[in-house]
């Protein structure tokens, strides 16, 4: 018999979709399930950036330049100047998805082996991608209690070895909902510096962000053009999820001639995407505006539903459209698991994401779950008593 790889074996599965079959058992038994488990959004794409597709008359769809179309890049650029991140189309590379862009960005700085800083809890992918690249995620732990802030600097400083090559970080941050500030960025950036690594910063929620705080680009700070790579994606901002475009933005010219060798061999990224990306770019403010106000909105709904469950801890979020809540039980895996199979209220019931797969440290999140509140308020209102009455029975 051929053999799977070691690699491959160890590849972790996603604890947002690893409770898939479940779910679609439980909705062919008849009952409701309210998805709090996936950042898929429910608000819609703008008109714009479809019409731009219908509208095309392409009569060979052909592969685009590895980097990505010209006159998107150079549009891409605008936009980022419009948000004080000074970059040109030379600067970036258009990637299928944020996703690739940070396949592309862990090959074209560590090797095998080698290890990357990450506050964690972190956007679960990362142990993925990392397990796909052959390198090593240090976790450096943010907490609950502090809301996830930035973990103290020395915490970091602890963790660097010879062989650490760069540290991520998500902002606003996926699962957390924190929003760095711009000492918070200063302070990484300072840190970088002093030990030559990378950072590299994945804004991919840069748009969600609340309470009238602004965010800071690692892109904005001076002195870090030779340090700092920024990962983005329309997915979120234009709820495009199903286009596949996001890019991987740097002024450090050596990073942005190896990624292309990444993004040669593989060819192009989706052309009609990245039509439909570019028209995306001319999306009025005041739809940024609104969403923003339902998020908002959501946000402060939910939150305060989930503070009104016993036991139940949560930080408030600042941006993105997360949550971590943690719960008054030990396993959550195991809850996510039984919230489909054994419990309804009315045949309705939820579906979330154990928290355990957000961290590279054993045995820590255990009792956490992450809540993406991409879904109208009366439904937030619903799966939020679902989840009070589940845990009045639930037993561990
Ligand atoms: C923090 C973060 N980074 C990157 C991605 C990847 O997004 P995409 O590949 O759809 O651009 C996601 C998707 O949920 C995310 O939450």
Redesign the pocket.
């Known amino acids: 018999m051929p053999v799977i790889s070691k690699k491959g074996l160890e590849m972790p599965a996603s604890p947002i979709r690893k409770l898939v079959p479940y779910a679609e058992q439980a909705t062919k038994k008849g009952k409701k399930i309210y998805y709090l488990n996936i950042?898929q959004p429910d608000i819609k794409t703008p008109e714009i950036a479809l019409e731009a597709v219908k509208q095309n008359d392409i009569k060979i769809l052909s592969y685009s330049k590895s980097e990505g179309s010209e006159t998107y890049r150079k549009k891409i650029a605008s936009y980022y100047l419009k948000n004080n991140i000074k970059v040109s189309s030379e600067d970036i590379i258009v990637t299928t998805?944020?996703?690739?862009a940070?396949l592309f960005t862990f090959g074209t700085v560590m090797d095998v082996n080698d290890e990357i800083i990450i506050p964690e809890p972190f956007?679960a992918?990362y142990n993925g991608f990392s397990q796909a690249s052959g390198i090593k995620v240090v976790p450096v732990i943010s907490k609950i209690e502090d809301d996830f802030k930035l973990p103290p600097i020395e915490e970091f400083e602890k963790l660097i070895t010879n062989k650490t090559k760069a540290i991520l970080i998500?902002n606003p941050g996926?699962p957390t909902g924190y929003l760095y500030s711009k000492e918070e960025i200063q302070k990484l950036a300072a840190i970088v510096k002093k030990h030559d690594l990378f950072l590299i910063a994945?804004e991919?929620?840069r748009e969600f962000t609340y309470d009238g705080i602004q965010h800071y680009s690692i892109m904005e700070e001076e002195g870090l053009e030779e340090y700092g790579i920024m990962?983005d994606?329309?997915?979120?901002r234009y709820s495009m999820?199903g286009a596949?475009i996001?890019c991987l933005v740097s002024k450090n010219k050596s990073v942005i001639q190896t990624a292309l060798k990444f993004a040669q061999a593989r060819l192009s990224p989706p052309t009609y995407a990245q039509i439909a990306s570019e028209a995306a770019l001319d999306t009025p403010q005041s739809y940024f505006d609104d969403v923003i106000e339902e998020y908002v909105e959501r946000r402060n709904t939910l939150i305060k539903h989930l503070e009104n469950i016993e036991g139940v801890k949560v930080a408030k979020p600042k941006g993105a459209f997360y949550c971590i809540a943690e719960l008054p039980i030990k396993n959550t895996d195991h809850f996510a698991q039984w919230l489909l199979e054994d419990f309804d209220v009315d045949n309705e019931t939820i579906m979330v994401a154990p928290a355990g797969g957000f961290y590279s440290t054993p045995g820590v999140g255990l009792n956490q779950i992450r809540i993406a509140y991409v879904l109208n308020k009366e439904s937030l209102i619903k799966a939020a008593h679902i989840l009070k009455e589940a845990l009045k029975v639930y037993k561990d």
Do not use: P
Not at 97 to 100: F, N, Q, R
Not at 233 to 236: E, Y
């Open positions: 950042g998805g944020g996703s690739e940070l956007y992918n998500c996926n994945d991919v929620y990962i994606s329309v997915s979120k999820c596949r996001g």
